[in-house]
């Protein structure tokens, strides 16, 4: 029923509770679980004449801003790579096939797109269970994600 199962961690304990319920699946189904961490770009803050008294626009300001956003993006991809990789570790001591990835980019449009390029069969990811203006203003990747996906998705609630 299940081959692969994607799992979106964002480095938090609470979406690491998603792999409970991958492993499980993974381990009943033979299926493989492929882990993406998905690391919002950082964006580089640029100064504008006028916006703030006394700053003026510089070529080479904005070239050292959008280094500075690139660097800061470089040292997130290692963290999550080091994190990833760990969880990896566990899993295949299970005896299932475990592999995972990190792209820099939106993370539910990644997780879709990734879904549709590795043939996914599932994804399990969990979600805060924010609601009302704080879902309208935050946006939530996991409803995003069971909007738009075309393939199953399995989501993990906060307990009450």
Same mark, same amino acid.
């Given at each position: 029923?299940?081959?692969?199962?994607?799992?979106?961690?964002?480095?938090?304990?609470?979406?690491?509770?998603?792999?409970?319920?991958?492993?499980?699946?993974?381990?009943?189904?033979?299926?493989?679980?492929?882990?993406?961490?998905?690391?919002?770009?950082?964006?580089?803050?640029?100064?504008?004449?006028?916006?703030?008294?006394?700053?003026?626009?510089?070529?080479?300001?904005?070239?050292?801003?959008?280094?500075?956003?690139?660097?800061?993006?470089?040292?997130?991809?290692?963290?999550? %790579? +080091?994190?990833?990789? *760990?969880? $990896?570790?566990?899993?295949?001591? /299970?005896?299932? @096939?475990? =592999?995972?990835?990190?792209?820099?980019?939106?993370?539910?449009?990644?997780?879709?797109?990734?879904?549709?390029?590795?043939?996914?069969?599932?994804?399990?990811?969990?979600?805060?269970?924010?609601?009302?203006? %704080? +879902?309208?203003?935050? *946006?939530? $990747?996991?409803?995003?994600?069971? /909007?738009?996906? @075309?393939? =199953?998705?399995?989501?993990?609630?906060?307990?009450?």
């Amino acid at each position: 029923m299940f081959n692969r199962i994607l799992v979106p961690l964002d480095g938090s304990r609470f979406a690491s509770r998603a792999l409970r319920y991958a492993t499980e699946l993974a381990h009943r189904f033979g299926a493989e679980i492929i882990l993406i961490q998905v690391v919002k770009p950082t964006t580089p803050i640029l100064a504008t004449t006028g916006m703030m008294p006394g700053v003026v626009e510089s070529p080479t300001l904005a070239e050292l801003t959008v280094q500075a956003a690139f660097t800061e993006d470089r040292r997130n991809t290692t963290r999550a %790579k +080091r994190y990833l990789s *760990g969880k $990896v570790r566990a899993i295949k001591s /299970r005896d299932i @096939k475990t =592999s995972y990835q990190v792209i820099v980019g939106d993370p539910a449009r990644v997780i879709r797109e990734l879904s549709k390029k590795k043939h996914i069969d599932l994804v399990v990811m969990t979600s805060h269970g924010k609601s009302g203006l %704080k +879902r309208v203003i935050m *946006g939530s $990747v996991a409803d995003e994600v069971i /909007r738009e996906s @075309k393939v =199953s998705v399995l989501i993990a609630r906060p307990r009450s």
